[in-house]
Structures are given as C-alpha cells and as structure tokens.
C-alpha cells in the first residue's frame, strides 16, 4: 500500500482524505496557502508544506509547487479531493512523470471526458442515451441556426470547456438565437479561453440526477446507486439526497446499466459520476461525467455504509474492485452549508467565527473544517461544512435534517443554514416534487428581526 499521500486540496474535502488515510495507517501530507495556515487539515496531517500566499493561482493550482511538496516529503501519491486540480489532465501526466501516483483518472481519460463535446461524442459511439444535439463544436453561427431548426426549440448552447453555468443560454425561439450565441462565446471566452459550442435539446422539467460509479486498473466497473442534485442556484448544488424521489426500481437499473456502459467502454479506473438529466416523462440523457470524487459523495457512504475515499486509494493501488451494483437501503440528505447571506442573494460572507455549536445525535454527520475562532478567508470556494443526515425513510432523513439545523449554530458571519431550514419545510420539497428551476420559484422569507 502506499506509505503517504499529499492531499492537493484544503478544508473539508483535504480533512476527509486524510481521516481515511490515518485509518489505513498511510502518513498525509497537508499543502496550505498563507491563508490557510490555521484550518484543521493542517493541523491534523502528518507533515504540512506551505506551498504559497492565498490567491488559489499561486498556491493550490501551482503544479510546480505541489510535486515539489511531494518530493520533499517523499510522497508516493497525490489526491487531489475535488475542484482545483483534481480533474486536471496535465497535473495528471505531470505526476506520472515523476513517479507519484495521482488518485483520479488518467491524464488521457481526462481529457476524453473533461470536453464535454468530445463526451459526448464518445457516449454515442458507447450506446448511452445523449440529449439530441450537436454531434461536437458548432462551426459557426450559420451552423448554430441550422441545428436549432434540426433540433427544434427550445436549445441550449454550452460552452465545451464549460462549467459552473458559464458560457451557458436557453434559448426559447429563433429571434434570440444570435444574440445568445454571441453572448455566450463572449462569457466562455473570458472564463476558460476557449468560445467554442455545442448545442442540446433543453430539456424541460429536468431532474439533475447522477450515479457514482467506480472501475478498476482490469476495466471493470460497478455502480453506488444514484444522488439528486436537483436543488440548484445558479447551476451550483444546494441540497442533495439519496434515493430520488424520482426514482423507481426500473429507472435505476436502466441508469446504473447505462452508468456502467459507459465507465467500461472508456475502461475508467477510479471513482467517478456519470450525471444524466431526466426529464418528467423518466427519459434519461447523458450530461457529462465527472472523473473524482463529489462533494456530495457522503450520502453515497451513508446509505450503502461505504468509504468511497477508501475505494479510491485501494483501485489506485491496484486493488480490483468487487463488481458489485448498489441499491440504498437508507435515505440520505446533505445540505451544503456555505459563507454566504440567503437573505441577500447569496452574497459571500467570509470572516471569522465567533461561536459554532455543532449538531449531533443519531444519523447526524458533519464534514467541515471550521471551528470557533477561524477566520474564513476571502479567496475560495464559499462551502464550510456538509450536514449529513440518514435515517430509515425519507420523511425520517427531512425531520432530523431539520432538528439538526435548529442545532446548527455559526455566529460571526452569515452562513444558508436559515435557507435550508426554511428549504425543509417547503411543500414541493417535501412532495419531492422539484426540478432544477425550484430555485427560481423559491422565496427565501426574511425574518422580522434580521
């Protein structure tokens, strides 16, 4: 087994990494920026490397400064949790090049399904059910016109090296076609250096669900069983849960088939998700496929009683995996608790905690890396802290869901705990009855006091 792994990545997600690895006796090895010098994945690995100051460009993606942690440390492999760059096909090969194990996909699988035009693509020639669409990027605005009439309003134009919502349009009827073709390549262009498009059928009353699948070093692979990510802002998670409400027995042997299907034809080795829209009618439709780990990957664990982290070390190891397909047993529920202020769109809110009151009891669960007296720094992502809950049934998972919001206590910044507690009352969410335009509907009810 490995000896010791550096955990390219900070917060939660580099404190997760690093439990698991201490439980199958592997030694980790933190990175941090200057202004990360105080969170608990620092404090809790076996050796810490500053690796530079707080912009994530000088620090968490400067690759030169990563290998050279890791070769000072003598690291034998790298996990590098989700976001920066964990799904980064250089940094991929960069590792293989100096001999350290990176614990994701190949720099090659990467780049295969990181494009998500060439996805696609592959997903057609694999037999996995595609939205109808373009067949790879748009040669240009008289080609744009010509698919959109082929494929029938309304469309969508994507961004291929897109993601986070940029470079994304709707585009409902031929008059507002140029102008959201422009607009979109103008957005794609600034966010990623790349304008180029692709075009799909939107598809309306959408569920956003997805299924973890994991393949080994031989090409086999299996599925967890699915995660509802439908509650979105903005194209961003807000709450996920497992099983889908959504979901049937039928549906999710269909799904995993698919899911399956497709990490075997690529002969994926890792853990990864393939996300599918569906629409109300339950046809499914390959949207892209994720090579790493997921930040809602916890309510996977809890109701197959699973460590997925684990997983990820032992296929990157060699270990082959039990070819086993997953069926919940439990529902699981996972609010993503951000530094932000609901009641006034979401706007960041980083500063330092003075109080945090953590919940607990049974079925509760809490992924974070914050505590009383950390200053939550201006530069990252805006999450904090992942509340888990799990429980027999899914009305069972949303009363202790809401019984550990009440708990929940963070003062000192604004944080969308107030969000989801009101989320967990909500009639439609309750019913299961939500696509991913809930949000757009959904009235957050400011408080007399606040």
């Keep these: 087994m490995f000896k010791k792994i550096l955990v390219a990545n900070r917060g939660e997600i580099a404190l997760r990494v690093i439990r698991t690895c201490k439980e199958m006796g592997i030694k980790t090895v933190a990175v941090y920026s200057t202004a990360d010098a105080e969170s608990l994945h620092v404090k ?28 000072i440390t003598n690291a034998d492999a790298i996990h590098p949790g989700y976001g920066f760059l964990s799904e ?14 990176f614990i994701g996909a190949s720099a090659e699988m990467i780049n295969r399904m990181g494009d998500k035009a060439n996805a696609k693509a592959t997903m057609i020639e694999a037999g996995v059910p595609c939205v109808p669409g373009s067949e790879g990027i748009i040669d240009d605005y008289a080609h744009c016109e010509l698919l959109a009439e082929e494929v029938g309003y309304p469309v969508m134009l994507k961004a291929s090296a897109g993601g986070g919502g940029k470079g994304m349009r709707a585009v409902w009827k ?86 399956v299907k497709a990490a075997e034809y690529i002969k994926y080795e890792g853990a990864g998700t393939v ?25 996977t664990e809890q109701v197959i009683d699973f460590d997925l982290i684990r997983e990820q070390i032992l296929v990157a190891y060699g270990v082959p995996i039990s070819g086993k397909n997953y069926t919940p047993k439990l ?9 932000e202020d609901p009641f006034n769109d979401f706007r960041p809110s980083p500063g330092r905690i003075t109080t945090l009151h953590a919940p607990g009891g049974h079925g509760v669960r809490l992924d ?31 009363n202790k869901m809401k019984r550990a919001l009440d708990e929940f206590v963070i003062e000192g910044i604004k944080t969308t705990i107030p969000f989801h507690r009101q989320l967990m009352d909500h009639p439609d969410y309750l019913a299961g009855n939500y696509t991913t335009k809930f949000m757009e509907d959904f009235v957050i009810e400011k408080p007399s006091d606040n």
């Design 44 to 71: 809790f690995a076996d050796e810490a490397v500053c690796i530079g100051p707080p912009p994530s460009s000088e620090s968490y993606l400067k690759m030169s400064n990563i290998i050279a942690a890791a070769e």
């Design 88 to 101: 980064n096909a250089k940094f991929s090969k960069i590792c293989e090049e100096h001999d350290i194990k």
């Design 174 to 259: 031929k008059e507002n076609l140029k102008e959201a073709w422009e607009s979109a390549r103008q957005e794609s262009k600034a966010a990623f250096g790349n304008n180029d498009m692709y075009m799909e059928k939107l598809i309306e009353e959408p569920r956003h669900i997805e299924i973890q699948i994991v393949g080994d070093s031989t090409g086999k692979a299996c599925h967890l069983s699915e995660r509802d990510c439908s509650i979105q802002r903005r194209h961003q998670k807000l709450t996920e849960e497992v099983p889908s409400p959504f979901m049937t027995t039928a549906l999710r042997k269909k799904m995993g088939d698919a899911a």
């Design 275 to 299: 996300e599918f829209l569906v629409d109300k009618h339950r046809n499914f439709y390959f949207m892209e496929m994720n090579t790493r780990i997921q930040v809602e990957h916890p309510i």
């Design 331 to 339: 529902h699981s529920i996972e609010c993503r608790i951000n530094a």
């Design 368 to 398: 974070t890396h914050v505590y009383a007296g950390y200053v939550i720094p201006p530069y990252y992502d805006s999450m904090i802290a992942k509340l888990i809950t799990t429980a027999q049934t899914r009305e069972e998972a949303i």
